[in-house]
């Protein structure tokens, strides 16, 4: 893989990729591990979806009150990364972290099946829970308020964020770790790229 093989945009790099990901049949190719930290550097990761990717970043949704929300909210950097074994390949993004509008919050709450949408509001995400029955009373609860409404609204403690890269680097996997690595960085006239050593 040469500099002139990728689209000089990376925005554009990614939507390729991402295609020939879903067209080869795998199970959630925007499945992306999302690393933050708090304050004070102390890391975590855990596994999001990307639901929504163009030249402004890349969005995932979640409760806001949960360990993520927080240490954004503390320190709003984070990283990605897409990981697509079939093909050999990751995407890894870099970047700072803003809220997506509450109007874009909203239609993607909407599109969700309505378990989802009641799971949502029940769940007290990254908080300790006495036992499995106590989640599924807290969605018997919530299921009772909002009986006979299909149209379940956005929780309070739901919404959106985007990582709005500095940074994406391409990775494709290569015989006898000679792997390719290509970064695009943001400067002040749009995108610049180089090879990495694997």
Not at 52 to 63: I, K, M
Not at 78 to 91: D, F, G, N, P
Not at 142 to 147: D, L, M, T
Request: charged content about 30%.
């Amino acid at each position: 893989m040469e500099l002139d093989d990728l689209a000089p945009d990376p925005h554009l790099q990614f939507d390729l990729w991402l295609a020939e990901a879903a067209s080869s049949g795998m199970r959630y190719p925007e499945t992306a591990a999302l690393a933050t930290a708090t304050a004070d550097a102390v890391p975590s990761v855990r596994m999001v979806l990307v639901k929504g990717h163009d030249e402004r970043g890349f969005v995932f949704f979640t409760n806001t009150d949960s360990r993520k929300a927080h240490e954004v909210a503390a320190n709003p950097r984070a990283a990605l990364a897409l990981h697509w074994e079939s093909l050999a390949r990751q995407v890894r993004i870099e970047g700072a972290v803003a809220r997506v509008p509450d109007a874009d919050a909203l239609a993607y709450f909407g599109s969700r099946p309505r378990g989802s949408r009641i799971s949502a509001w029940a769940s007290p995400q990254s908080r300790a829970v006495a036992d499995r029955a106590e989640l599924e009373r807290l969605v018997t609860m919530i299921e009772e308020r909002f009986a006979g409404q299909e149209d379940v609204p956005l929780p309070p403690h739901w919404g959106g964020y985007r990582v709005v890269p500095t940074a994406i680097e391409f990775w494709q996997g290569r015989d006898d770790r000679l792997h390719d690595r290509i970064r695009y960085e943001r400067d002040a006239t749009g995108w610049s790229r180089r090879r990495l050593g694997p």
